[in-house]
């Protein structure tokens, strides 16, 4: 099993920054992908960003140029630095972790972006 846990989320103007971060602690070793999804109110969840334990990453085009995403193996940690926020970014970011297999996903309780105009 692997725990996931985020923080940094909140209330920001359009034009500002937050920046998310996802501890994952268990079975640390089977994760291979780790990775933000969101779901804005009243939408399905969609995907914002993944990265590899090496480092290989994909994100959605909506946030290209905007959001960033990193990851410290060392601590087990994923980052999501967004730039630029706009309203449309308002959701509840979800942290994800999957494993070599891709069988098991594992996933944060989310934390809350409010983006106001």
């Known amino acids: 099993q692997v725990q996931l846990v985020e923080s940094g989320g909140g209330l920001v103007q359009a034009g500002g920054s937050l920046r998310l971060s996802c501890a994952a602690s268990?079975?640390?070793?089977?994760?291979?992908?780790m990775g933000w999804y969101r779901q804005p109110p009243g939408k399905q969840r969609e995907l914002v960003a993944t990265?590899?334990?090496?480092?290989?990453?994909d994100c959605a085009d909506s946030v290209k140029g905007r959001f960033t995403i990193s990851r410290d193996n060392a601590k087990n940690t994923v980052y999501l630095q967004m730039n630029s926020l706009k309203p449309e970014d308002t959701a509840v970011y979800i942290c994800?972790?999957?494993?070599?297999?891709?069988?098991?996903?594992?996933w944060g309780q989310g934390t809350q972006v409010t983006v106001s105009s």
């Open positions: 994800n972790a999957q494993d070599f297999s891709k069988v098991f996903n594992y």
């Open positions: 268990g079975s640390i070793v089977s994760i291979n992908a």
């Open positions: 990265i590899t334990r090496l480092g290989s990453t």
